[in-house]
């Protein structure tokens, strides 16, 4: 059974980078044709997907995000990290994270998702 959770700090200051790891249990990170991304969804508002780092070790961001955007992975560890720099209480949201067999998820929760964790962007 696949699982992943959500960790880091739940309140980040204006133009501050947040950074976010999801820990993957019961799959390795590297396993062929797998993808593994982050999603948010801000309050009032629906999922967005923000970029995937694949079985390889190659990454793919949203256009709109990838300026301020970098994933990278520890294998030994078999996490992920999200970092997203400059960010603004635009960014508050729930953070997800998630694998699925293309770069670009489905953008429907399902048992391959995290529970997602709370971010708030304010000083």
């Known amino acids: 059974q696949v699982q992943l959770q959500e960790s880091g700090p739940g309140l980040v200051k204006p133009s501050q980078t947040l950074s976010l790891t999801c820990t993957v249990s019961g799959d390795s990170i590297t396993t062929n044709y797998y993808y593994w991304s982050w999603i948010r969804q801000p309050p009032g508002k629906g999922l967005e997907w923000m970029g995937t780092i694949a079985y390889s070790g190659a990454t793919y961001y949203s256009p709109s995000l990838k300026s301020r955007t970098l994933i990278f992975r520890d294998v030994s560890r078999n996490q992920f990290t999200l970092q997203l720099s400059s960010v603004t209480p635009e960014d508050t949201a729930v953070y997800y994270c998630?694998?699925?067999?293309?770069?670009?998820?489905?953008?429907?929760?399902?048992?391959?998702w995290g529970q997602g964790t709370q971010v708030t962007v304010s000083s």
């Open positions: 998630a694998r699925d067999q293309a770069v670009r998820p489905s953008l429907v929760k399902n048992d391959y």
